[in-house]
């Protein structure tokens, strides 16, 4: 899958590259939908994340606060659209306490489900003939850290992979597992497991962000 090129005069700017190594599970998805994507005020506690849109306007994402340097700290995202030769910005997504996808919380899935359908219908992108593809995964845990994300099953719509979720889930609880947390988004489900010293996590992603879903994009911009 082609990329869209890096933003002009970043090769040596370190702190723009760690930053991006942080958000690259974001800033990748949309350089997948031919936006180039920078990062503003890379070195500041107000750094934020922005795509360069088809028309000349652009897209900023970011939180309350300015991005942390770690992901981990993310606790919510803002999604604005910046209309080219206008001062007013148009709210796309907000899942701070307040905001309308609340629910979601940190979770990227429907966030680059509610931009992409923002901006087919503000007619600046090319409506998708095909629902978003959704991926169930999990992980383990014995020891320290998490291992990579397995793909339990990838499928063409939520609805689906919903289904292969709970089907998944069953197979937890019949291999020993028990439940020790749930996320209260109900349309990207995730959940915490255990048996024994064994932790699993289980859940229900846009099958773009597995992290296979890209070739390596470390090249120099």
Known sequence: MNLAPWPPGRSSDPTWWLVHEKYKHLITPLRARGFVVDIKNAAKKNRRIVAALPDGSRL?????????????????????????????SVLVYDSTPSGPAAPAST????????TDQYLARAGI????CDAHPVAVLSNEREGNAFDG???IGRYPDQTKAAASYEFYLDDLRRAGFHKLWSHPCP????????RGITLLHAWVD?????????PANREAP
């Open 107 to 114: 979770i990227v899935s429907p966030l680059l489900v509610a």
């Open 187 to 194: 349309d990207w489900p995730r959940s915490l497991w255990n």
């Open 149 to 151: 994300a397995a793909l």
């Open 60 to 88: 900023t994402i970011t939180t309350e606060t300015g991005l942390p340097l770690l992901p981990e700290n993310v606790l919510n995202w803002i999604v604005q659209h910046e209309p080219k030769g206008e001062r007013a």
């Open 125 to 128: 992108v090319e409506p998708q």
């Open 206 to 214: 846009l099958a773009e962000l597995h992290p296979d879903a890209y």
